[in-house]
């Protein structure tokens, strides 16, 4: 008779009770942890291949979990969208307590829930795939290739617009490198994450086949994995080569100033005057074709301002055949503010009938109060809290024989909307933008990963609309984006001026033909032809 091993000894029950809620708590801090791991994945970092491991682990405990409530999917998809949020937009701590006057303790809490509420979406995701899973009784490929992915880029797509949308950090953002960037202008962003959620989910395949030698044949377990996997990486390297759009008209010089304002004096009294002066000198220092400013570089409304300031601004540029991009905010009457951009140049006109451009897409809390929130945004003493929208279609800005479009701070997150604007022009006949123009001010975040992220957000936009993008920010990046998404860039946190020709391009990607339109189509088609497969199984049995 042998004697029993120490683990076939019975454990007592305070220790099989400290096991069990150490499970519990691995149960809950793994899906954090992985989620976390992504912001490694995006600038300044990019280490892109980190989204498509944790995203792969993901799928994987859905895949191997076929008995697992719906429920029980829900919590690790919301815990693992929290820790990748947490970790992601963490910055805003500093602009609503280092800058907005908040408590520590409650801008914590709102960095906290804003998390947990960004985390519901990739929740949504994994819940609904375990549901339709035992609905449809899915096989594992059909569920890692087709309903993963899916539902995963509807996720990421809803997330975009949903209460105005928060789109920051998706999926395919990491992906302005390497093999999946050519992806970007025939789908955009939401299509790029659905191409890395299919190579996840061939990941997930192959882990589950290595693992459980039972569940598929080995062409399943591992070729077809593998071949899945290098074939979209290779179909994105393979696109990189196809230019989509072409050079248009004669390259213009530049001049995109950052003036590097620390945020806590930007709207101070004792700094107005001398911002004003630092911005008229580094304006008038030089000419160039186009000449920008940061978002609210000029921080007080034209009447507020010197009688004759905007004049001796717009003298210049007339006098000099310079085009001048500033950033200043607008009001059209009592309580009505926009945050905007006025265009001065030879032919434009003079400071009283300059261009106009006025922000469309408001950043929730910041731009705009949602209803019921003004205690809220009391709190944080943001001025001008309460802007009103620009129309959602605007017309470019005429810079010799290249048309600039603008946008603000915010706005590049949203490419659907860009790509809506030169949709719309190329329809009417109009002219269309041949270079896109980000005026920012993120000083708001400090010295953190804010400011590399939003760059990053910026070269998505070069690459789904082929079209280059420049930057004129307060504390960075002030950068040249060229289509490819390549860069040049102001050290941050530096007064300088970022001078250059860039080279305007017309043309149509297909994701300014069709938008998003082609990823929620292609989402809903693999959601049916999972259905189908079910059905036609259904019937044979």
């Not at 400071?351 to 106009?356: D, E, Q, T």
């Amino acid at each position: 008779m042998t004697s029993p091993s120490p683990q076939d000894l019975p454990l007592p029950r305070g220790a099989t009770a400290a096991r069990g809620r150490l499970g519990t708590a691995l149960a809950l801090l793994l899906p954090v942890a992985a989620g976390a791991i992504n912001v490694f994945a995006f600038a300044p970092f990019k280490l892109w291949p980190l989204q498509v491991l944790a995203l792969a682990w993901l799928f994987h405990g859905v895949l191997a979990q076929p008995q697992a409530s719906t429920g029980r999917h829900f919590v690790r998809g919301w815990l693992y969208g929290f820790g990748w949020a947490a970790a992601g937009v963490h910055w805003l701590y500093i602009s609503m307590h280092d800058y907005g006057g908040m408590p520590g303790w409650m801008a914590a809490l709102a960095v906290g829930l804003l998390a947990l509420y960004l985390g519901l979406y990739a929740g949504a995701a994994t819940a609904f795939a375990g549901w339709l899973r035992h609905r449809w009784s899915s096989s594992p490929l059909v569920l890692a290739l087709f309903m993963l992915p899916a539902l995963w880029a509807l996720s990421e797509w809803a997330r975009g617009w949903v209460f105005t949308g928060f789109p920051w950090l998706i999926s395919g953002y990491a992906h302005t490198v390497g093999p999946l960037a050519g992806f970007a202008p025939v789908g955009g962003v939401y299509f790029v994450g659905w191409i890395a959620a299919l190579i996840a989910g061939s990941l997930a395949l192959l882990w589950m086949g290595l693992v459980r030698k039972g569940v598929a044949g080995t062409g399943q377990r591992i070729v077809l994995p593998l071949c899945a996997a290098a074939l979209l990486c290779a179909g994105g390297v393979a696109l990189r080569l196809v230019h989509w759009t072409t050079p248009q008209g004669q390259p213009i010089t530049v001049r995109l100033l950052q003036g590097n304002i620390p945020q806590e004096m930007k709207f101070s009294n004792d700094a107005l005057v001398s911002t004003l002066g630092m911005y008229e000198q580094m304006i008038s220092a030089a000419p160039a074709d186009l000449i920008a400013t940061p978002e609210t570089a000029i921080p007080l409304l034209p009447q507020q301002l010197p009688p004759d300031y905007l004049e001796r601004i717009a003298r210049f540029a007339q006098n000099s055949g310079s085009h001048l991009a500033l950033g200043i905010p607008l009001s059209d009457g009592p309580q009505l503010y926009a945050n905007s951009v006025l265009g001065f140049g030879p032919g434009v006109g003079s400071a009283l009938m300059p261009y106009r451009y006025d922000k469309h897409h408001l950043v929730p809390f910041g731009e705009f109060i949602p209803p019921g929130f003004r205690w809220f945004v009391d709190l944080m003493h943001i001025p001008l809290g309460d802007m009103t929208r620009g129309a959602p279609v605007q017309s470019p800005f005429g810079v010799k024989d290249q048309w600039v479009l603008p946008n603000i701070c915010y706005e590049d997150l949203f490419g659907e909307e860009i790509a809506g604007q030169l949709r719309d022009a190329y329809r009417a006949g109009q002219p269309q933008a041949s270079l896109l123009l980000n005026l920012s001010n993120i000083a708001w975040f400090g010295n953190s990963i804010a400011l590399p992220q939003h760059l990053q957000i910026s070269q998505m936009r070069t690459l789904e609309t082929g079209r280059p993008m420049l930057r004129a920010t307060n504390t960075g990046a002030t950068a040249v984006i060229l289509p490819g998404g390549a860069v040049s860039e102001l050290p941050p946190y530096t007064r300088g001026v970022l001078s250059g020709q860039v080279q305007g391009y017309g043309g149509q990607t297909p994701y300014i033909l069709l938008g998003n339109k082609l990823i929620v189509g292609l989402a809903l088609l693999m959601l049916l032809l999972a259905w189908g497969r079910n059905k036609a199984a259904r019937i044979r049995h």
